[in-house]
Structures are given as structure tokens and as C-alpha cells.
């Protein structure tokens, strides 16, 4: 197993009606979200956002703008590394070309998620943390990754109360 880098890139893709191009984790940790990865040896974050869409979903990245990101203390189904638990996060949004050809190891579900729909998704993930939907249950139907809130409340893709973002947060760790 690789030794984790502490380097996290996030990419949303939104097509012309608003819906975010997301998908259910097939690996850990559980919850639907967009395509995100290490930076590892892909160079800088923006070679490895073009890596993580095309590897993730088979599309050809056309554009990056940077939206948000920062440190996060979430965990890695990797070993961890000197620095500890936790990632640096670049997060993207981009536009794409081709055909859609989701990588079967690394995503199940994949689907372009309304806003309405998004927020629903962010709702399950608090009642998670509220301890009101099992593990079980989240995995079998996950919400949104919790380390994902925060960035979709960053860039207003989802609304969330500043107290339910710390209890999500707490998810992370």
C-alpha cells in the first residue's frame, strides 16, 4: 500500500442545466462525490486533476479554474506519512470532453445530480453525522463524502449550518 502524500485534488464538473457530474466511492471512504484524487507523482495539482477525471471517468479535461480548497484533517485509506492524517486540497472546476467511461474499481453509480437533488444528498450526510442513519446505511446509500462538504459549501453547490459542518467535519477523522 502506497504511503500517503498529504496532496488532494477535487474536480466538479457541471453541464449547462447545473448538475454535477458525482458518483458513490466503490473504495473508501464512503459517499457520493465527484472525481478527487492524490497528486502523488502526476506533478503539479492541476496534471493531476486532468488525471483523476480521465482515470475516474474516462473525459478529456478542457479547462481548470481553481474554486476553493485548503487543509483538511481527513483521513486516507493509505498509510499515513510524516505529516499525519490529512490533505491539502486544490479544488477545481472543469470542463470536459468525450465519452463518459466510468472506471469500474474506482466508482459505482456515476450521475449527474440536480442541485435539488445535491442538497438532499448534503442532508443525508448531516443526519449521518447526527447520528440519526447508521454506518451500514450511509454506505448502502451514502450522502455526500463528508470531507466534500465543506468544499460544495465553499463554492454554494449545497447549504449547510456552520454547527452541522462541524459535527460533518468530525465524520473525517
Known sequence: MKTCDNTSVGIVITDHQGRCLMFDRATFPPGTAPAAGHVDEHGTAEDAARAEVEEELG???TGLTHVTGGWRDNRCRRFSSARGTGHGWAVYRATVTGDLTPSARETKNVRWIAPEALQE?????????????????????????PVWMQWLANIAAIHISPDDLLLVDQLTK
Open 59 to 61: 473525459l478529456t479535461v
Open 121 to 145: 444528498l448534503a442532508d443525508r450526510t448531516v443526519a449521518y453525522a447526527r447520528g440519526r442513519i447508521t454506518d451500514a446505511e450511509f454506505e448502502a446509500a451514502p450522502g455526500i463524502e
